[in-house]
C-alpha cells in the first residue's frame, strides 16, 4: 500500500507522542527526538516514568494505555505518534497481548483522532508510526503476527494522514546512555555485524529506526511498510 502523500513535504516541525519510552525501542526514539532539529516537542505517555528530563519533553504517567479518557485533551496539538510500546508473545496469554499490542495503540489512535479533530486523511498532515517487528503476516500460524497485522492494517485504514508499520528483526541497541538495552544483546552483539553483511533487512541499528522515524513524519515514503532496508535508506537519506 502507497502513501498518498510521499511527496509533501511538511514544513512544520514534527510535535511527537511517544510511547514505550521505558523500553528499548522507545528509550531510543526518544533520544534521537531530543536530539534532532526536526523535532519541536515531545509527550511521553507511559505506565512508569521514564527517567528523561528535557525542555522538549513533557510526560504523563497512566496506568491504563487501553483507556486514554482522563488525558485525552492532552493530545491535542501534537502530529505525530511514535507507538513503540509492546511486549513479547513469550509466556503471556492471548488476552492479554491482544490487550497490550492492538487495543492500546489503537486507544491512542482514535483519541488522537478525537481531540484533533480528524475527520478524513485528507485534511490533516498527522503521522502514526507503530512498530511491529519481522514476520507480521495476517496469514502466519503465529498469533503474535495476526495480531500485529490487525493493529497494521486499522491504522491504515484510519483518519491519519500518514501511517507506518516499522518491521525491524535484529536491532543494534547503538544510541549511547541507554538503560534498557534488552541485556541477552550484551551475548549476542557479536552477530551484529556478521548479519548486516547479508541482510540490512534482518539487521537494523536502533538509530537507523529512530532516524528514519522522523524522515517519514516529515516527508512521506513510498509504502506504509517500513523494512530495515527502507529504514536504512531514510536514515542515510538524512545525512
Known amino acids: 500500500m502507497e502513501n498518498n502523500n510521499n511527496n509533501n513535504k511538511n514544513t512544520n516541525k514534527i510535535r ?3 510511547t514505550g519510552a521505558s523500553g528499548m525501542i522507545g528509550e531510543g526514539v526518544v533520544q534521537n527526538a531530543i536530539e534532532s532539529d526536526e ?3 515531545i509527550l511521553i ?32 496539538g501534537y ?3 511514535f507507538y513503540c510500546a509492546g511486549i513479547s508473545s513469550v509466556g503471556v496469554d492471548k488476552e492479554t497481548y491482544h490487550k497490550i499490542s492492538y487495543d492500546m495503540p489503537m486507544e491512542m489512535l482514535k483519541k488522537v483522532e478525537l481531540v484533533n479533530n480528524l475527520k478524513s ?3 490533516n498532515d498527522f503521522t502514526f508510526i507503530y512498530v511491529t517487528g519481522a514476520g507480521t503476516d495476517s496469514n502466519s500460524w503465529s498469533n503474535w503476527a495476526r495480531v500485529k497485522a490487525k493493529t497494521e492494517n486499522d491504522i491504515m485504514a484510519s483518519n491519519f494522514n500518514k501511517t507506518f508499520a516499522f518491521r525491524p528483526g535484529f536491532i543494534q541497541p547503538n544510541i549511547p546512555g541507554l538503560k534498557n538495552a ?4 550484551k551475548y549476542i552483539g557479536w552477530m551484529y555485524p556478521i548479519g548486516r553483511s547479508i541482510s540490512q533487512n534482518g539487521f537494523i541499528s536502533l538509530r537507523e ?9 516529515t516527508n512521506g515514503y513510498k509504502s506504509n511498510i517500513i523494512n530495515g532496508s527502507d ?4 536514515a542515510n537519506s538524512l545525512k
Open 39 to 41: 523535532v519541536e516537542k
Open 16 to 18: 511527537a507522542i511517544i
Open 231 to 234: 529504514m536504512v535508506k531514510l
Open 182 to 185: 534488552y541485556k541477552a544483546y
Open 79 to 81: 502530529n505525530s505518534v
Open 121 to 123: 486523511k485528507a485534511d
Open 209 to 217: 529506526i529512530s532516524q528514519a522515524m522522523v524522515k517519514v513524519s
Open 45 to 76: 505517555v507511559g505506565r512508569r516514568e521514564s527517567g528523561f528530563k528535557n525542555e522538549k519533553i513533557k510526560e504523563i504517567i497512566h496506568s491504563d494505555l487501553s483507556n486514554l479518557t482522563d488525558i485525552q485533551n492532552e493530545l491535542i
